[in-house]
T-cell receptor, first 116, second 112 residues
Framework: DAGVIQSPRHEVTEMGQEVTLRCKPISGHNSLFWYRQTMMRGLELLIYFNNNVPIDDSGMPEDRFSAKMPNASFSTLKIQPSEPRDSAVYFC??????????????FGPGTRLTVL | SQKIEQNSEALNIQEGKTATLTCNYTNYSPAYLQWYRQDPGRGPVFLLLIRENEKEKRKERLKVTFDTTLKQSLFHITASQPADSATYLCALILNYGQNFVFGPGTRLSVLP
């Protein structure tokens, strides 16, 4: 298995531009997570989906952030308009869950976003 | 307020010694606690999970303890090696769901 795939790996953009980050979870996994990591705030959960449905988006910082999961094999995280304080590494992770049973999360390599 | 802390930002130990990392939390009631390893430029990698009703879990040279009274988990690496050098993150899983809260991490350096 290729693992969780994220694209792009690096993104440099200017303030005010729209940014779209992409994630392909591991086949067969039904939960998908978006995280943001910075030196100041560490690793923060932004939103997670279960069976393509957003379950908890309380970590999404502002209305400028939105996430979608149109099918089981693809998700996007969009920032519009982007600001310099959005600069961070964004991780996508997936896992297989059912009911109260828990399985480990598998993280992608991350997208390093720089907003100038 | 809710808080999750790890004992120190960085820890240096000599090869062959046991590394002990601490994770403390306040005002959370996690159903599970996990430990991850993160290398520079890469995503975290899952190491161990321990449930609220378990006291200890082992995997090869790794051992995790979980004390819900003290609200603390200890992560031990025995016979440490330079290859164990990385940042280690603890994570709380809340409400038997998928709500994860990560600690800030401890950067471990094992010196040859």
């Amino acid at each position: 298995d290729a693992g969780v795939i994220q694209s792009p790996r690096h993104e440099v953009t200017e303030m005010g531009q729209e940014v779209t980050l992409r994630c392909k979870p591991i086949s067969g996994h039904n939960s998908l997570f978006w995280y943001r990591q910075t030196m100041m705030r560490g690793l923060e959960l932004l939103i997670y989906f279960n069976n393509n449905v957003p379950i908890d988006d309380s970590g999404m910082p502002e209305d400028r952030f939105s996430a979608k999961m149109p099918n089981a094999s693809f998700s996007t995280l969009k920032i519009q308009p982007s600001e310099p304080r959005d600069s961070a590494v964004y991780f996508c992770a997936s896992s297989r869950t059912s009911g109260r049973s828990y399985n480990e999360q598998f993280f992608g390599p991350g997208t390093r976003l720089t907003v100038l | 307020s809710q808080k999750i802390e790890q004992n120190s930002e960085a820890l240096n130990i000599q090869e062959g010694k046991t590394a002990t990392l601490t994770c403390n939390y306040t005002n959370y009631s996690p159903a599970y606690l996990q430990w991850y390893r993160q290398d520079p430029g890469r995503g975290p990698v899952f190491l161990l999970l321990i449930r609220e009703n378990e006291k200890e879990k082992r995997k090869e040279r790794l051992k995790v303890t979980f004390d819900t009274t003290l609200k603390q988990s200890l992560f031990h690496i025995t016979a440490s090696q330079p290859a164990d050098s990385a940042t280690y993150l603890c994570a709380l899983i809340l409400n038997y769901g998928q709500n994860f809260v990560f600690g800030p991490g401890t950067r471990l350096s094992v010196l040859p």
